[in-house]
């Protein structure tokens, strides 16, 4: 857990942008008030979802718990919102994961080529000293 309150804060920076673009109230109150209003919000949120990650015998949270989290502090308008969102995560995560494996196959592949062609020539090398030990062989 945070050691002091001021850690659960979000980001001043975050919050000042939020406030500069919504609001002509004094930026340093307005900032205080909803980084703590924030802060209860996000605690608030998770304390609940916790509650349905622990009914379901499980100790990690997962979207579905979040999702009903809102939906028990009758947050239903944001549900679109956090579904949506969490598809464009998805998605994202997903086009990530195969770009990292057509990377690693791509790898794969120019390594096994270039062993093949370091069999072929080890091979060739191996053929042509042969050659010459024939030609020794005959020559004695």
Do not use: W
């Amino acid at each position: 857990m945070a050691e002091r309150p001021e850690d659960l804060n979000l980001p001043n920076a975050v919050i000042t942008r939020i406030i500069k673009e919504a609001s002509t109230c004094p930026l340093r109150e307005a900032r205080r008030a909803i980084s703590q209003a924030a802060s209860v919000f996000v605690l608030y949120a998770t304390s609940c979802a916790n509650n349905f990650a622990m009914k379901a015998k499980r100790k990690t949270l997962n979207a579905g718990d979040v999702m009903s989290a809102m939906e028990e502090m009758e947050f239903e308008r944001f549900l679109q919102p956090l579904r949506e969102a969490l598809e464009a995560y998805k998605k994202g995560q997903k086009g990530k994961k195969e770009a990292s494996e057509q990377k690693r196959k791509d790898k794969e592949k120019k390594s096994s080529s270039t062993d093949e062609n370091d069999k072929s020539r080890d091979e060739e090398e191996d053929e042509h000293m042969d050659d010459e030990q024939e030609g020794e062989n005959e020559g004695e």
